[in-house]
Every structure is written in structure tokens, then in C-alpha cells.
């Protein structure tokens, strides 16, 4: 097997750092990435927080790409993967301070992107900051024809992908005891959302 490669990683990886500087802080210990896809970008990411430990996860078939790049690279504090599929599996069994998600809410159906939005809301402590990379659509219209383009593409494949609402996300996270940090604009018409977990509130 060839070690996979992802062109469109190596071109987002240095604006997602940029972001990444101002979101992760001394007192963030944890990561866990969501559908690492190649692994490329915890290879390129983590060694620059270093006191982060990295944890790549996604569905058991993208596994030996990323050990591959893994293995490769060498880096000290990312970890192997964990098979976390959702809609399927479990929240892994870890306390984290991040979670970075790159270009899934697109390829996941929206029932499983609702799915982990709740796992979300369950598993993280307060504090903890959310970090979903991709496009999105605003006030029900694709923020430019490429993105209305690539969609239409993603659902020859799978009827049931497509780029997802801002406000569809919004409000599950909003739901789910979030709050936006910040809306980042990122380079060929993708975004970076920032959300942080609130204080849980009894329900009482
Ligand atoms: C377009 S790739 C993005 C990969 C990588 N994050 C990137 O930005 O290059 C989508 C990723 O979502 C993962 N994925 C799709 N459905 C999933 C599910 N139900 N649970 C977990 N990961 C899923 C795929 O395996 C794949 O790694």
C-alpha cells in the first residue's frame, strides 16, 4: 500500500495552524481528531504544540494510512489511532480539552453529525473548545459556485453527503450546551468554528 496523500491538507494545513495558535492554550493537554483521514494533519499540526497529546482517530479502513504517516513522521506526541466511527462506536474513553474535526461534515450524514454534536455535549468538561474545519453554507445559500459544485459532486457519490447549514450546526451545538467562540473565514471558502462548552446547568 502507497502511503496515502492528501492534496488539499497540505494546502489548508498552515491557515488551520494559524488558527490553532490562537485557540490552544498552556492549560490544553488533550486533542482528539475526528476522521484524521491521511493523518497529514497531525503530522504537520502537533509538533508545533508540543505539550499537547494528540490523539488521531477515525474508521478502522483509514487506519494504516495514517500509522503509515505516523511511522514516518515520528512525531512524539500524537498517538496511534483510535477506531471511533460514529454512528457505530463509543466516545473514546479519554478526557479531552480538544477536539479538531477536518472536512467530515460533509461526508457524514447529517444523523451522524448530529450524533457526535451530542456525544460532544455528554463527553466534554466545561471548557473544553470544539474545532470543525470546512464549508458551510449561510443564510441557506453555497458561499461560492465551487462549493455549490463540490456538493452537487459529494451526492452523485452519496445522496446523503453535502455541505451542512451554519445554522443547522449552530443551533445542535447551541443545543448541546456550546457556545461560539469565534466564525474564522478560511482560505477557498472553508471556515474554522470555534466552540466552547459551557458550565453544565442541572436540569432541575
Ligand atoms: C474528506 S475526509 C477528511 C479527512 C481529513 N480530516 C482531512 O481533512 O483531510 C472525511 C473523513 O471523515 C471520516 N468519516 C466519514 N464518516 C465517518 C464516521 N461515521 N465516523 C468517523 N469518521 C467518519 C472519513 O473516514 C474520512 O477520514
Avoid at 151 to 162: A, H, Q, T
Wanted: with cysteine; net charge neutral.
Amino acid at each position: 500500500m502507497n502511503k496515502p496523500m492528501s492534496p488539499s491538507c497540505e494546502r489548508n494545513k498552515d491557515p488551520i495552524l494559524e488558527v490553532m495558535k490562537e485557540v490552544i492554550t498552556e492549560d490544553n493537554h488533550v486533542l482528539l481528531e475526528v476522521g484524521s483521514g491521511t493523518g497529514q494533519h497531525a503530522v504537520y499540526l502537533a509538533p508545533h504544540f508540543p505539550h499537547v497529546k494528540w490523539i488521531t482517530s477515525d474508521v478502522l479502513g483509514n487506519h494504516a494510512g495514517i500509522k503509515m504517516w505516523l511511522d514516518e513522521a515520528k512525531v512524539p506526541n500524537i498517538a496511534r489511532p483510535i477506531e471511533f466511527k460514529i454512528g457505530k462506536d463509543e466516545f473514546p474513553k479519554v478526557v479531552v480539552d480538544l477536539v479538531f474535526t477536518a472536512n467530515t461534515f460533509h461526508i457524514m450524514h447529517w444523523k451522524e453529525c448530529k450524533t457526535l454534536m451530542k456525544m460532544w455535549g455528554h463527553r466534554l468538561r466545561e471548557g473544553a473548545q470544539v474545532m470543525i474545519y470546512g464549508p458551510f453554507n449561510y443564510n441557506g445559500t453555497f458561499s461560492s459556485p465551487s462549493n455549490e459544485q463540490f456538493d452537487r459532486s459529494l451526492k452523485v457519490e452519496d445522496p446523503l453527503r453535502g455541505i451542512r447549514s451554519y445554522d443547522d450546526v449552530h443551533n445542535n451545538m447551541v443545543k448541546n450546551g456550546f457556545a461560539l467562540c469565534k466564525d474564522y473565514e478560511m482560505p477557498a471558502n472553508n471556515r474554522m468554528l470555534v466552540y466552547r462548552r459551557l458550565e453544565f446547568v442541572s436540569q432541575k
